[in-house]
């Protein structure tokens, strides 16, 4: 018989990722990354995202809605706790039709998505009203900018 989850201090530490949210930065990944500057062709990302518990509080759902110069890029993120490990993770759903899976490790207000070929760290600041979210991604072996951005809280 499997245990049935119980909530805990870690389910309520990703209440930070909750309510609406307003971004801007700018992407990398769709670039030309050659040469001494991988940032030097980066594109303007304005986005907006909001995170809200599904019914029972085990997962939050964040929904985003990104412009990229003029491209559209959308994701769905579901983050959890796996019971089993009780280690953070993250499914992402895209509208190009990728899906990708994440651990996330916390240390204070630092939380780190790790996946196969990209990362993530995302940093809260003013009193968890403002993300600081720098995404990477490796090309061979080497790990290169993918986008930065800096979120702000608006509810």
């Known amino acids: 018989m499997i245990d049935t989850p119980t909530r805990n201090a870690q389910h309520e530490a990703l209440d930070v ?10 992407s990398y990944g769709g670039t030309d990354q050659s040469g001494h500057d991988p940032k030097a ?3 303007p990302w304005i986005s907006t995202h909001e995170g809200a518990w599904h019914t029972g509080s ?6 985003e809605r990104a412009d990229i110069a003029a491209s559209r890029f ?3 993120n579901i983050f959890g706790v796996d019971t089993e490990t009780d280690q953070y993770f993250l ?11 994440y651990q996330i490790a916390r240390v204070g207000d630092v939380w780190t998505l790790t996946g196969d070929a990209e990362r993530a ?4 600041a003013d009193n968890n009203r403002t993300q ?8 061979g072996n080497v790990w290169l900018p993918l986008c930065d951005r800096i979120a702000v809280r608006v509810d």
Request: charged fraction near 25%; hydrophobic fraction near 40%.
């Open 91 to 101: 499914r992402s759903f895209e509208n190009h039709g990728f899906y990708r899976n």
């Open 17 to 26: 990722f909750l309510g609406k949210w307003t971004a801007r930065g700018m």
């Open 121 to 124: 760290t995302t940093t809260f």
């Open 74 to 76: 959308d994701t769905l």
């Open 41 to 43: 062709n980066g594109e």
């Open 132 to 139: 600081n979210i720098v995404w990477e991604w490796k090309r």
């Open 58 to 63: 085990f997962f939050l759902v964040q929904d």
